[in-house]
């Protein structure tokens, strides 16, 4: 089968709610640069980022759970009920019934605690105070840690260790999450369940329901 090409055409039959325009040409230079161009690896990798980045229109991390949320998302293990009740969202309803909210969470204090400590040491290379805030999820494939950010400055050449912000530019967060597909040899995934893939970018099921919905989308939509 042919290798696939991105269109504008294409991101905006996928998502209407993204730039399309903009950011069509550099998930193209991002997919052909780095030898993700057969059907299936290009429709698990745009499924992927299409997964973090909400439809392609969020590149940095947003962390604004509510009590409930954060234990189902990160669990017990990651962070206590009580910490949990401490620093997530709480929502409440208004006069009128409208839903307002009570108290914001403090995304700042959450990143740090469900991505720092031994967990975050291990697992994504958080050593330093404030690394679970500062590389929180960024860019199109939602490229997390000290560690990876490590790997990617070397890679492409980007001060991302003092700049991880920059990630949140598509110009280099497409490149940056394609360089992470590669290195993590997400390709030998594509064709086995989604569960497996999912384990190998994200580290668990975070996200599986929604992967497998904008899989079927990018697979009719790019002929894969």
Known sequence: MNDVTITALKLQQLSRRCDYTALAPRLQK????????????VAAFVATCCVESQGLTVFAESLNYTVEAL???????RISEADARRLGRID????RGAKVVVRKADQ??????VYGGAW?????????????????????????GRANMAA?????????????????????????SARLWKAKRMGQLVYGPPEALRRAW???????????????????????
């Open 30 to 41: 991002a997919c052909a640069g780095n030898g993700i161009t057969a059907p299936a690896e």
């Open 71 to 77: 234990l189902a998302k990160f669990g017990r293990h």
């Open 92 to 95: 409440g309803v208004d006069a």
């Open 108 to 113: 700042q204090a959450i990143a740090n605690l």
């Open 120 to 144: 975050g040491a291990e697992n994504l290379g958080n050593t330093e105070p404030g690394d679970g805030w500062r590389f929180r999820g960024l860019g199109p494939g939602q490229v997390t």
């Open 152 to 176: 990617l400055e070397k890679a492409i050449g980007l001060p991302l260790l003092a700049h991880p912000e920059l990630l949140a530019d598509p110009a280099h967060g497409f490149e940056a």
């Open 202 to 224: 994200n580290g668990g099921l975070n996200g599986l329901a929604e992967y497998k919905g904008w899989l079927v989308q990018t697979r009719n939509i790019l002929g894969a």
